[in-house]
């Protein structure tokens, strides 16, 4: 754990570092906040359900920037055979980076709390959708976050890294939009992979355990996939 912790600190130091972590940041706040207001006005509701899905369609461009440079950037560098040989095992890097990345994530997430803020002062919203939707929101983040993290070992060019990761993040999304062009089979099959599909529920204000089951297990997959992505190229 303490190997895992310390990797998660080194990358936090190069997000804020770098004009990367800012500029995400930024465009992501001035992005939900755009939408909220938008919303707001438009509905005069006191939810956050518009806005969640907003957030989401602009987390699928954001978190390939976020997760562009956690492999990419080490194997231009070169540091990544360095860091291997290293005392540290390869899920210990994996975990490491998935953490860095998920904890600028949360920070940005957090920062619309101030959205929950306003909608409590002027209105009297139910609490239980806004906080299924938030828990919504993180799970369907973090597995972005974790299948951006596999397109960062496939290269070392961090804008191939964040098309690769934008194009498999989008393609998992709208998968059950093309369920209705193929047999009941793959139908089940494209509704279940589809990462919109058990967001659904929880922006509704059901927590349903199969769908963080599904979120859980996705991000575990991909990180599974990622280290063995690692240990290939050890034997290239």
């Given at each position: 754990m303490?190997?895992?912790?310390?990797?998660?600190?080194?990358?936090l130091?190069?997000?804020?570092?770098?004009?990367?972590?800012?500029?995400?940041?930024?465009?992501?706040l001035?992005?939900?906040?755009y939408f909220f207001?938008?919303i707001?006005?438009v509905?005069?509701?006191?939810?956050?359900?518009?806005?969640?899905y907003n957030?989401?369609i602009?987390l699928?461009?954001?978190v390939?920037?976020?997760?562009?440079?956690?492999f990419?950037?080490e194997?231009?560098?070169?540091?990544?055979?360095?860091?291997m040989?290293?005392?540290?095992?390869?899920?210990?890097v994996?975990?490491?980076?998935?953490?860095?990345?998920?904890?600028?994530?949360?920070?940005?997430?957090l920062?619309?709390?101030?959205?929950?803020?306003?909608?409590?002062?002027?209105g009297?919203?139910?609490?239980?959708?806004?906080?299924?939707?938030y828990?919504?929101?993180?799970?369907?983040?973090?597995?972005?976050i974790?299948l951006?993290?596999?397109?960062?070992?496939?290269?070392?060019?961090?804008i191939?890294s964040?098309?690769?990761?934008f194009s498999?993040?989008?393609?998992l999304?709208?998968?059950?939009?093309l369920?209705?062009?193929?047999?009941?089979?793959?139908?089940n099959?494209?509704?279940?992979?589809s990462?919109?599909?058990?967001?659904?529920?929880?922006?509704?204000?059901?927590i349903?355990l199969k769908?963080?089951?599904?979120?859980?297990?996705?991000?575990?997959?991909?990180?599974?996939?990622?280290?063995?992505?690692?240990?290939?190229?050890?034997?290239?």
């Amino acid at each position: 754990m303490k190997n895992i912790l310390t990797i998660a600190k080194k990358e936090l130091r190069t997000y804020f570092t770098s004009p990367v972590a800012y500029v995400v940041f930024v465009i992501f706040l001035i992005l939900s906040g755009y939408f909220f207001t938008a919303i707001l006005f438009v509905t005069r509701q006191a939810s956050l359900s518009g806005v969640a899905y907003n957030i989401i369609i602009t987390l699928l461009f954001l978190v390939p920037l976020i997760t562009m440079k956690l492999f990419a950037e080490e194997k231009k560098l070169g540091t990544l055979e360095i860091l291997m040989t290293k005392p540290v095992k390869d899920f210990e890097v994996v975990l490491g980076k998935f953490m860095a990345a998920v904890s600028l994530f949360s920070v940005m997430l957090l920062s619309t709390l101030v959205y929950v803020l306003i909608i409590f002062k002027y209105g009297n919203p139910d609490s239980g959708p806004i906080i299924s939707t938030y828990i919504g929101v993180f799970l369907c983040g973090i597995a972005f976050i974790a299948l951006g993290l596999f397109a960062s070992t496939l290269t070392e060019n961090q804008i191939i890294s964040a098309i690769i990761g934008f194009s498999l993040v989008l393609l998992l999304w709208i998968s059950n939009w093309l369920s209705s062009y193929i047999g009941e089979a793959g139908q089940n099959f494209l509704n279940y992979i589809s990462l919109s599909t058990h967001l659904d529920d929880f922006i509704k204000g059901v927590i349903d355990l199969k769908d963080v089951i599904y979120y859980l297990s996705f991000v575990v997959l991909w990180l599974f996939i990622s280290i063995r992505s690692i240990e290939v190229r050890k034997w290239r």
